[in-house]
């Protein structure tokens, strides 16, 4: 260390001295309800030296589900906005898609009609876009799409659809020593570009649904080649897996919003010691999408169920959190 | 943070500034030969901010083979001791062993003979005894393992068989901001259990082979039971796959001993920017042992070539290492 930063070092340390004692509230986007209460009790009791809760800190490690509990998922997951608009974008090289469901009904902008192919349409949508390239033309093509996509509803950035109470929490978490993760059934290569920019959650603690990929050597250059073929379904029982060759440690916090983060929570809160589960309940048709036990997207039936009779935590959108996006937050 | 720790702080910071200049050897145990002057050299230039080979502190990862590179590999693979004594503790459970190949070959004693049926009796061998339990009861066993069994040659716990100047090499790389994974073709939840003791490495920093596991609810516990199905063979292509994979980004240095790690060599040194790669190569046959381009294990034939041909760097055991063990060193 030189000296300049030895003695920026020094005046950074008296001037901690002078802090005051009260704390800024670090999730002032959360009402003083339940849920914000049971976090901060949460995050208090194993961050307390000496406490019978303390966990040290290499363990804390806290899981997010991303669609519907990160950022937004209605009318449909944003990843598959992606595909639709790539199937747009490579039209001109597939002149053989205007005859071929399901990209026929999609290139005329029906979506319902290309989706009655049920999950095999959906898989060829998914290969047709996210296969036959390299890594890294892939990452780039990502970036590209996420950078100028904007959201069908509000005309808004995909990453701005994101829930300034949920990161408030992460910040929150990973000042308190938490590793934070993001364990998804989207895409592990899609969201790897941008979440280190949009979440503060670098790829290495990035979570997903994979496609095979290929190691070659193309012209003297090693290159990694993805596959139309699946390799992992990260979603209900996939979670906890993924989790265990991912990271090798159970967490002892996790947060999700359906059915299909059921599993994650189960395996994490049967961990030994205190840990934590909360459910993101979207009810708040107003300033977001009331949906729930019946909906196709985000079903929230048996977690929820699980979660009345475990005391989990359930974070009610409309009565718990005081402002959902960013760009409602006053300038 | 209270009065009292405020002032430890700041006692702290000043006594950082009455540092000496001077720094201590990173690498004791490396003679000044060309190796470790590479290494210190590479590492001067991805530190040093506002030099043009600088890297982020995020993107300095670097990735370890294990067997062979942190830790022996002779006379065969220590995982491959481990199945070995956990066939014997299991053979009271199965009588039907006596009579079958390869277990009635290696309860008598006689690998040579087990190992006559090839791939297929190895991938019997390790399912018999890495199959079939929780994650859980595995990493226990291992736990038991590691801490009791000893190197047929040495009599030394297994965890001492490591390599002391790369034990110096990892301290020294995270200590310059490098998050530091193991890549290696055993086990990964085989290594999980002990990596963070003997190399300073947490479990989501260890990527490695790996059999299926099955999500399962047993009296209302969940629980993850390994299975006796390959999942993914962490060797050769395999292993820039599993790095792009679990870390999603391309290492800037890699280290290896074997033509099993040429692909990890290749693929991190065809980024962009400084990379680095180094080979180990094991040429002591009187303080460890000595083979190469004929051994069948950790054969160095083809990554020799290319190493020579690209002008990676080849530390040669008995010139470079001043010490191979840490038991050799001066108590």
Chains 1, 2 share one sequence.
């Not at 030895?6 to 959360?30: E, K, T, Y």
């Not at 509000?154 to 408030?168: A, F, H, N, S």
């Not at 994979?210 to 012209?219: G, L, N, P």
Request: proline fraction near 7%; hydrophobic fraction near 40%.
């Amino acid at each position: 260390m030189n000296l300049a930063k030895r003695i920026a070092l020094v005046v950074l340390c008296v001037a901690s001295l002078a802090l005051p004692a009260f704390a800024v509230d670090p999730l002032p986007s959360w009402n003083d309800t339940a849920p914000k209460k049971a976090i901060v009790s949460f995050v208090d009791r194993v961050t307390k030296e000496g406490s019978p809760d303390y966990v040290p800190m290499a363990e804390r490690i806290a899981t997010f589900d991303q669609d519907g509990t990160l950022w937004a998922e209605q009318p449909m997951y944003f990843q598959f906005f992606f595909a639709l608009d790539r199937v747009k974008a490579l039209a001109p090289r597939h002149p053989e898609w205007k005859e071929k469901e399901p990209f026929a009904s999609l290139l005329k902008g029906d979506v319902k009609g290309a989706l009655k192919g049920g999950e095999r349409a959906m898989l060829e949508i998914v290969m047709a876009t996210h296969a036959g390239m390299t890594t890294e033309e892939f990452a780039q093509t990502v970036k590209d799409w996420i950078a100028t996509a904007r959201h069908p509803k509000t005309g808004r950035p995909y990453t701005e659809m994101v829930y300034q109470p949920m990161l408030e929490l992460l910040t929150y978490l990973r000042a308190n020593g938490f590793k934070t993760y993001i364990v998804s059934g989207g895409g592990i290569e899609f969201m790897r570009p941008w979440t280190g920019k949009v979440y503060g959650i670098p790829p290495e603690q990035v979570i997903g649904s994979s496609i095979k990929t290929k190691f070659e050597v193309r012209d003297g250059k090693p290159v990694l080649v993805r596959l139309p073929e699946i390799d992992f379904i990260d979603d209900k029982e996939g979670k906890p897996i993924a989790i265990n060759q991912h990271v090798g440690r159970r967490p002892i916090a996790a947060f999700g919003n359906s059915d299909g983060d059921l599993q994650m929570l189960q395996w994490t809160t049967a961990g030994s010691g205190t840990r934590f589960a909360l459910l993101v309940h979207h009810t708040d048709a107003e300033r977001e999408w009331a949906y729930g036990r019946a909906s196709s997207i985000g079903r929230l039936d048996m977690a929820l169920d699980e979660a009345q009779a475990k005391g989990w935590t359930v974070a009610d959108m409309k009565n718990d959190w005081k402002i959902i996006f960013p760009f409602e937050l006053p300038k």
